[in-house]
């Protein structure tokens, strides 16, 4: 067992954990932040992405171990109480989402290219940027279309 603290969603925590424990297992079961979703447990999904001092990172790759002392954020932290960021806002507005299963780890990753993101980019590299997220339900379209609209407000000064 190892003792961690680990900041999550501008939260203090510590917890003393199994040393082979997952992230995405510490997150969703001793958290219980269950927003975040476990998929192909293999990496390949996206669907268990957060990010970890910013950058995202595949939570069932990752040991909560290894995520001692870092900031992590979650799909939970991304609203501000009922307001949702301007990237949840996209995906409502532009319905880039159907059973919701991807979207918390493709919430996460468009967050992170928001934030360096200094002008739109061409539909086609928001696939190319979005290529690491496996969606089944919606053949990506208005997923795009959610991105295009949150990487303009981004690059735009918004959120
Ligand atoms: S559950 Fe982590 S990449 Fe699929
Ligand atoms: S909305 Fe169902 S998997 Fe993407």
């Given at each position: 067992m190892v003792e961690i603290a680990v900041e999550v969603n501008g939260r203090a925590e510590t917890a003393e954990v199994?040393?082979?424990?997952?992230l995405s297992d510490f997150l969703?079961?001793?958290?219980?932040?269950?927003?975040t979703h476990v998929g192909c447990e293999h990496g390949y999904c996206g669907s268990c992405t957060v990010l970890v001092d910013g950058a995202s990172a595949r939570s069932c790759l990752m040991l909560a171990a290894q995520a001692n002392g870092s900031s992590v954020r979650t799909v939970e932290g991304l609203a501000d109480g009922e307001e949702l960021s301007s990237i949840q806002q996209a995906f409502k507005d532009c319905h880039?989402?159907?059973?919701?299963?991807c979207t918390p780890g493709l919430l996460m990753t468009v967050t992170e290219i928001a934030a360096e993101v200094a002008s739109t980019p061409s539909r086609h590299q928001i696939r190319e940027q979005l290529a690491g997220n496996l969606c089944r339900?919606?053949?990506y379209h208005q997923i795009v279309d959610a991105v295009e609209q949150a990487l303009d407000q981004a690059a735009g000064g918004g959120r």
């Open positions: 199994d040393g082979r424990m997952l969703r079961g001793v958290l219980g932040l269950t927003g880039g989402l159907q059973c919701g299963f339900c919606t053949g």
